[in-house]
């Protein structure tokens, strides 16, 4: 423990920072150093959660899927948000909304699918157009690409 006081009175003596904004930088590193380990530690229960995840969403031949059928599909919808418990207890995104506060979103689970994807996927949107009815409705293509 007196090895990690010289170095704070050290760091204060050199960077002049009062007291306050040193311990703020060292919780910062804390947090990013756990926010790591997240990673680290449950590296296997989090592709699993991302395989569940592409399971769920059926990607078409092109890695693909459209956003009005996912709107229109309640059963997967309420398949992602189930995914939800083993998110909060395997990820380190209590920050993310669609994550912490689901119900306050429009599409709580786009944004789970965002997030959860993004270490392994990139996600290209592009505008589509499909017809049901005789009426011609605007949508989108989300297109996963593996990194």
């Known amino acids: 423990m007196e090895v990690a006081n010289y170095i704070m009175i050290y760091h204060l003596r050199q960077n002049h920072m009062n007291f306050n904004s040193l311990i703020l930088k060292y919780f910062i590193r804390i947090i990013y150093i756990i926010m790591k380990l ?28 459209i956003l009005y059928e996912l709107d229109n599909d309640e059963n997967k919808q309420k398949q992602i948000l189930d995914l939800l418990p083993d998110i909060r207890k395997y990820y380190s995104l209590s920050n993310t909304k669609g994550i912490a506060y689901p119900e306050t979103l429009k599409r709580p689970w786009l944004s789970i699918i965002r997030v959860i994807i993004k270490p392994k996927y990139k996600l290209i949107s592009k505008d589509h157009q499909i017809t049901k009815d005789n009426r011609k409705i605007r949508t989108k293509t989300y297109t996963f690409q593996k990194i």
């Open 38 to 65: 997240k990673s680290i530690l449950y590296k296997k229960e989090q592709d699993e959660i991302l395989d569940k995840l592409i399971n769920i969403l059926g990607l078409d031949d092109n890695n693909s899927t």
